[in-house]
């Protein structure tokens, strides 16, 4: 049972333009939240996190989005860049549990000049 | 910055080999994880360590074992390499407690891309 989710495989986009990465989870008690981006052959880069307690967390042209109603976060991107063309994991875990994060399948982002 | 090398970006080994793959971080950092990535899978735990002579299974530890004799130092063991054990596999650390919420930013080595014929 895949408790994190990430339902596009793929996003292209046009330079400049916002990209919009979207994650559902299943798990209500997930209450710490990360995105990491992800290149070819490299280990996975930390991007932006967000807590439950939290609906928004911006860090320059990254901003996460939190609806826990829904069990939804998304990430923007804006504007996109060609060196944001990457694959993005969001990560999900009980903060003050076993230090297990549950990651999604990844979508690979295509920024296109 | 946090460094967490992995000792060995690229090996190939052969069907039933025992394979060992290295990990050191340099933050003093008490957790410490195996991953693997896999297409269309994304990252799976493999094993996980919150301290010295500690491990844990995580979601797929068959065909594999860990050995974290030393804070700086996990490894991962596998002791009859398959073929379904082709993969990149990723090593991570974190501090216990970090962040507003008490949670912990893993941070990544570079990968280890582990090809068995």
């Known amino acids: 049972d895949q408790q994190v989710k990430q339902n596009s495989p793929s996003l292209s986009v046009q330079e400049g333009r916002i990209s919009i990465l979207n994650c559902d989870y299943t798990?209500?008690?997930?209450?710490?939240f990360l995105w990491y981006k992800k290149y070819p052959a490299e280990g996975p880069t930390f991007l932006i996190s967000i807590s439950s307690i939290k609906d928004k967390n911006e860090d320059g042209r990254f901003t996460v989005f939190l609806n826990k109603s829904a069990k939804h976060l998304s990430l923007h991107i804006v504007p996109s860049q060609p060196g944001d063309s990457a694959v993005y994991f969001c990560?999900?875990?009980?903060?003050?549990?076993?230090?297990?994060?549950?990651f999604g399948t990844g979508t690979r982002l295509k920024v296109l000049a | 910055d946090v460094k967490v090398t992995q000792s060995s970006r690229y090996l190939v080994k052969r069907t039933g080999e025992k394979v060992f793959l290295e990990c050191v971080q340099d933050?003093?950092?008490?957790?410490m994880f195996w991953y693997r990535q896999d297409p269309g899978l994304g990252l799976r735990l493999i094993y996980f360590?919150?301290?010295?002579?500690?491990?844990e299974k995580g979601d797929i530890p068959e065909g594999y074992s860990v050995s974290r004799e030393k804070k700086e130092r996990f490894s991962l063991i596998l002791e009859s390499a398959s073929t379904n054990q082709t993969s990149m596999y990723l090593c991570?650390?974190?501090?216990?407690?970090?962040?507003?919420?008490?949670?912990?930013?893993?941070?990544f080595g570079a990968g280890s891309r582990l090809t068995v014929l």
């Open positions: 798990n209500s008690m997930f209450d710490y």
């Open positions: 360590s919150y301290d010295v002579k500690m491990k």
């Open positions: 990560a999900a875990a009980v903060a003050s549990g076993t230090y297990k994060y549950i």
């Open positions: 991570a650390s974190s501090p216990h407690l970090g962040g507003e919420s008490g949670a912990n930013v893993l941070t």
């Open positions: 933050m003093d950092h008490e957790n």
